[in-house]
T-cell receptor
């Protein structure tokens, strides 16, 4: 089975610009999660989709971040406008059942805001 | 608020030695615990998932134990190899499937 796919793998943008990250989960996985690691910190939860619905978005840092999951398939995470502190690695993960089976993570998108 | 701590932060061992990586968590009301490996510039690779009702889980040279009452998990890697060099991350699940990660232990195995 194909894994979780994220793209781009790297993105360098200027402060104030917009960036959209994409995640394709494993087929059949209803649960999709976004996490991120900013420099020197632990990996932190951003939000959780169950199919196309946002189950938990308590980790989203502010309203510059917008996540969508069209038709319960792939998901996008848009940052608009990007700030320097948004630099980090953004990970996507998917799971069929969530807690009981654990997650499969993608390779991440390294975002650098200059 | 759940806090996950991994000790040590970094570890260097000669090839062939056994590795012991520690993870502690403050709230014992976890559901499951998952150990991951991260290679530089790469994503997270799942190593072992321990269900909350289990005491340990094994896969090849890897063995992970879980003691919920004391808030601890330990990952053992037997007969380490240079290919085991990576950052190892411990993460605990809450009831909604949200993961709380530790900062990781960076392991270097020297030939």
């Amino acid at each position: 089975e194909a894994g979780v796919t994220q793209f781009p793998s790297h993105s360098v943008i200027e402060k104030g610009q917009t960036v959209t990250l994409r995640c394709d989960p494993i087929s059949g996985h209803d649960n999709l999660y976004w996490y991120r690691r900013v420099m020197g910190k632990e990996i932190k939860f951003l939000l959780h989709f169950v199919k196309e619905s946002k189950q938990d978005e308590s980790g989203m840092p502010n309203n510059r971040f917008l996540a969508e999951r069209t038709g319960g398939t792939y998901s996008t995470l848009k940052v608009q406008p990007a700030e320097l502190e948004d630099s980090g690695v953004y990970f996507c993960a998917s799971s069929r059942t969530g807690v009981t089976e654990g997650y499969t993570f993608g390779s991440g998108t390294r975002l650098t805001v200059v | 608020k759940q806090e996950v701590t991994q000790i040590p932060a970094a570890l260097s061992v000669p090839e062939g030695e056994n590795l012991v990586l520690n993870c502690s968590f403050t709230d014992s009301a976890i559901y499951n615990l998952q150990w991951f490996r991260q290679d530089p510039g790469k994503g997270l690779t799942s190593l072992l998932l321990i269900q909350s009702s289990q005491r340990e889980q094994t896969s090849g040279r890897l063995n992970a134990s879980l003691d919920k009452s004391s808030g601890r998990s330990t990952l053992y890697i037997a007969a380490s190899q240079p290919g085991d060099s990576a950052t190892y991350l411990c993460a605990v699940f809450d009831s909604w499937g949200k993961l709380q990660f530790g900062a990781g232990t960076q392991v270097v195995v020297t030939p």
